[in-house]
């Protein structure tokens, strides 16, 4: 859903220009911008992961492995 929002960010953006009046204060602000981008940079390799652990035939090894990567990506992400 919120690649979706992405997808679409100047649509939205041209919308809530165009109708900033009657919006009150439900807009999005640049930095609001920037925080769903940096949220689905963060939450997009758990989504990946959910997809490649589906199924039956996922091993322990398999899921072993990337809750490795994923533990990297999170240490990488607070830095």
């Known amino acids: 859903m919120l690649s979706v929002l992405l997808e679409h960010e100047l649509g939205i953006d041209n919308y809530i220009k165009s109708n900033c009046d009657t919006l009150e204060e439900d807009y999005i602000l640049l ?4 925080l769903l981008c940096t949220i689905y940079t963060f939450l ?11 199924g039956d035939y996922v091993t322990l090894n ?18």
């Open 62 to 79: 398999r899921v072993l492995f990337i809750i490795d990567v994923l533990i990297k990506h999170m240490e990488n992400s607070l830095v």
């Open 44 to 54: 997009k390799p758990f989504y990946c992961v959910i997809l490649k652990t589906q």
């Open 31 to 34: 930095q609001d911008w920037k």
